[in-house]
């Protein structure tokens, strides 16, 4: 049998290199660990957001945006410790990417203006109605499986790779049973995610977050980065992750951040702030896991409820019966467990941030409203998303040696490869996971193409 010109292994970001690839002339194989990927990948688990950075959705309401402006937003978050290769590489290709998903693969992107997510300068997240990552995935999916561009293996684990003379020759795949099989291929793209799936690792690279629940896809073992260093590849960033500080404690559902940036505030056991939660959602997941049981409450009100319920995660931790709702904030109090006099003293110090009467202790720049009765409020804990610290990539994901040298044949892309969040938790932007599966799948398979042809 001829070999492939590319397996792409990972059908979350992958599924992206996998389309493009096949629709600029490759014979590609795409495989799945999992029998059910559409349903388990991280990717589906999403809220869909997906950064451009000078889209038409951004023109056409007069947003004015760059590449340039997106890197220094992405400097600013991570004090300028992002990797500058992958992070020009992806927010020049933001643009293309989206528009390209827009145009040939139909995704009805939406820019979202409803509220601003931290750390971006501009409105630049595009997403989809129910703002789902598996509402882009699941239409994506079913068109391709029609199309028949290119083969699909599900249950199909990758476990490594053959190189020789320092060329990618082969994956070596393993079914379900066990079996194991050599696939010949000219080119792979290691799209199987980070480790936060992996205890182990987790605990060596991101001791602060290995106790709290994890939210992602069961099958991030983290074999791309076992698979890529037993070949020489350099890793990096392996201290980053995504954390999230909303995930209600009641039936382990995504409440998310719009909550807070429409002016929801986040108190502990004693019904006391602690911290500025308008710096972003990521961090807060460990700064949420010093307080007492890890535990905090949001407290929000019916318009804040009202204007997440675009987030269908939101509505399915509203009908899980999350929000415990309240008359007065005394009630509330009463009702949640914490000090009235603490709620009440947090609920002023919003009005009077908001009112600009006062300064926020925690400099949180404001409060997006007056808080007003009915008032609710969630059970949170903190919880891990994805890891981004991975495989060392150049700007078109193609897997670099310690020396840095490109491994002729071998990619990476998302949770795989390096992000583009820097160190720690505090770097990540929203979309910035998303962005970096789907940007270097799509930009490997690009390279792949134009290096077939010569
Ligand atoms: C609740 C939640 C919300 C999020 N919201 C956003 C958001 O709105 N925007 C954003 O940018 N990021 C978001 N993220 C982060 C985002 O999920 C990741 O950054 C992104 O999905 C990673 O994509 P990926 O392709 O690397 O991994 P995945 O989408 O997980 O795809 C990897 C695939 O590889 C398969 N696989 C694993 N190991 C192997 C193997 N050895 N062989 C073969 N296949 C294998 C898996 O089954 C999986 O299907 C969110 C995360 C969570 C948990």
Not at 193 to 202: F, H, I, Q
Not at 237 to 244: K, N, P
Not at 351 to 354: H, I, K, P, S, W
Not at 361 to 369: I, S
């Given at each position: 049998m001829k070999?492939y010109?590319l397996?792409?292994?990972?059908?979350?970001?992958?599924l992206?290199g996998?389309?493009?690839a096949?629709q600029l002339g490759?014979n590609?194989l795409?495989?799945?660990a999992?029998?059910?990927f559409?349903?388990?990948?991280?990717?589906s688990?999403?809220t869909?957001?997906?950064?451009?950075a000078?889209?038409?959705?951004q023109k056409?309401?007069g947003?004015?945006?760059s590449p340039e402006?997106?890197?220094?937003?992405i400097?600013?978050?991570?004090?300028?410790s992002?990797?500058?290769?992958?992070?020009?590489a992806?927010t020049?290709v933001?643009?293309e990417?989206l528009?390209?998903?827009?145009?040939?693969?139909?995704?009805?992107w939406?820019l979202?203006t409803?509220?601003h997510?931290p750390?971006?300068s501009v409105?630049?997240?595009?997403?989809?109605t129910?703002?789902k990552?598996?509402?882009?995935?699941?239409?994506i999916?079913?068109?391709?499986q029609?199309?028949k561009k290119?083969d699909?293996k599900?249950?199909t684990r990758?476990?490594?790779v053959?190189?020789?003379?320092?060329?990618v020759h082969a994956a070596v795949v393993?079914?379900?049973?066990?079996t194991?099989?050599n696939?010949?291929?000219k080119?792979l793209l290691?799209?199987t995610?980070?480790?936060?799936?992996?205890?182990?690792?987790?605990a060596k690279?991101?001791?602060e977050?290995?106790?709290?629940y994890?939210?992602?896809?069961p099958?991030?073992?983290?074999?791309?980065?076992?698979?890529?260093t037993?070949?020489?590849a350099?890793m990096g960033?392996?201290?980053?992750?995504?954390?999230?500080a909303a995930?209600a404690a009641h039936?382990?559902?995504?409440?998310?951040?719009?909550?807070v940036m429409?002016?929801?505030?986040?108190?502990?056991?004693?019904?006391?702030?602690?911290g500025?939660?308008?710096?972003?959602?990521?961090e807060?997941?460990a700064?949420?896991?010093k307080q007492?049981?890890?535990?905090?409450w949001?407290?929000?009100?019916?318009d804040?409820?009202d204007?997440s319920m675009?987030?269908?995660?939101f509505?399915?931790t509203v009908n899980?019966?999350?929000?415990?709702?309240?008359d007065?904030?005394d009630e509330l109090?009463?009702k949640?467990?914490?000090?009235?006099?603490?709620?009440?003293m947090e609920?002023?110090?919003a009005?009077?941030?908001?009112e600009?009467?006062?300064?926020d202790?925690?400099?949180?720049?404001?409060?997006?409203?007056v808080?007003?009765a009915p008032f609710?409020?969630?059970k949170?804990?903190p919880?891990l998303f994805?890891t981004?610290?991975?495989?060392?990539?150049?700007?078109?994901?193609?897997v670099?040696?310690k020396?840095?040298?490109p491994?002729?044949?071998?990619?990476?892309?998302?949770g795989?490869?390096i992000?583009?969040?820097?160190h720690?938790?505090?770097?990540?932007?929203?979309?910035n996971?998303?962005l970096?599966?789907?940007g270097f799948?799509y930009?490997?398979?690009k390279e792949?193409?134009a290096?077939s042809?010569n």
């Open positions: 070999p010109d397996i792409v292994a990972g059908a979350g970001g992958g992206i996998a389309i493009k096949a490759l590609v795409l495989i799945d999992s029998d059910d559409i349903e388990s990948c991280n990717t688990r999403t869909g957001m997906f950064p451009g000078g889209t038409r959705w056409n309401q947003i004015i945006d402006l997106f890197t220094k937003d400097m600013k978050k991570t004090k300028n992002a990797d500058p290769i992958a992070t020009k992806l020049e933001s643009v990417l528009e390209w998903m827009a145009d040939s693969l139909k995704v009805p939406e979202v409803d509220f997510y750390g971006h409105d630049r997240c595009l997403t989809v129910g703002r990552g598996h509402e882009v995935m699941r239409p999916w079913a068109k391709a029609q199309d290119f699909f599900p249950s990758l476990v490594d053959v190189l020789i003379n320092g060329q393993e079914a379900k049973d066990g194991r099989t696939i010949e291929t080119n290691l799209a995610n980070g480790y936060a799936a992996n205890k182990e690792l987790v690279y991101n001791a977050i290995s106790d709290a994890y939210h992602g896809s099958h991030s073992m983290g074999e791309a980065l076992e698979i890529g037993k070949h020489g350099a960033f392996l201290d980053a992750y995504q954390g999230h995930i039936a382990n559902t995504l409440v998310g951040w719009a909550t429409q002016g929801g505030f986040i108190v502990n056991l004693d019904g006391i702030r602690f500025d939660e308008s710096a972003g959602y990521s807060y997941a700064i949420l896991s007492e049981n890890s535990t905090g949001l407290i929000i009100d019916r804040i409820h204007g675009s987030f269908k995660e509505e399915v899980s019966g999350a929000i415990v709702w309240a007065s904030v109090a009463s949640i467990g914490v000090p009235s006099s603490s709620l009440e609920v002023a110090n009005t009077a941030v908001f600009k009467t006062t300064e202790r925690f400099g949180r720049k404001t409060f997006e409203k808080l007003k609710g409020a969630i949170l804990r919880s994805h981004q610290g991975g495989l060392v990539v150049n700007g078109v994901g193609a670099i040696d020396q840095s040298k491994i002729s044949g071998l990619y990476a892309a998302g795989a490869a992000g583009i969040s820097g720690g938790s505090d770097g990540y932007l929203a979309g996971g998303l970096a599966a789907f799948a930009l490997a398979a792949i193409a290096k042809k």
